[in-house]
Nanobody
Framework: QVNVVESGGGLVQAGESLRLSCAVS????????MGWFRQAPGKQRELVAH???????NYVDDVKGRFTISRDNVKNTVYLQMNSLRPEDTAVYYC?????????WGQGTLVTVSS
């Protein structure tokens, strides 16, 4: 059974940075594609970044140049470095394997960006 625990969210002002962490158990992240999702109030959950087992990272246009996804295979942890945050980045952020629907969602970590 795969479990994830997201952390690192908080309240920041526009332009500031946060680094999210996702501690994973039950599978080796280095052998899987991992993604960060977010769900803003009243909106559907969306995939904003993912990193393949080969280390290739992809981002939605809205976060390109501002967010960086990375992983530490030894710690089995996935990170999302978020810079130049905007109020529209306010959301609960989740991590999981994008293509494995059987994986449970974690509790997420709330990011609130004030203007």
């Amino acid at each position: 059974q795969v479990n994830v625990v997201e952390s690192g969210g908080g309240l920041v002002q526009a332009g500031e940075s946060l680094r999210l962490s996702c501690a994973v158990s039950g599978m080796r992240i280095g052998m899987n594609t991992m993604g960060w999702f977010r769900q803003a109030p009243g909106k559907q959950r969306e995939l904003v970044a993912h990193i393949t087992s080969g280390g290739t990272a992809n981002y939605v246009d809205d976060v390109k140049g501002r967010f960086t996804i990375s992983r530490d295979n030894v710690k089995n942890t996935v990170y999302l470095q978020m810079n130049s945050l905007r109020p529209e980045d306010t959301a609960v952020y989740y991590c999981r394997r994008p293509s494995i629907t059987a994986d449970a969602w974690g509790q997420g970590t709330l990011v609130t960006v004030s203007s």
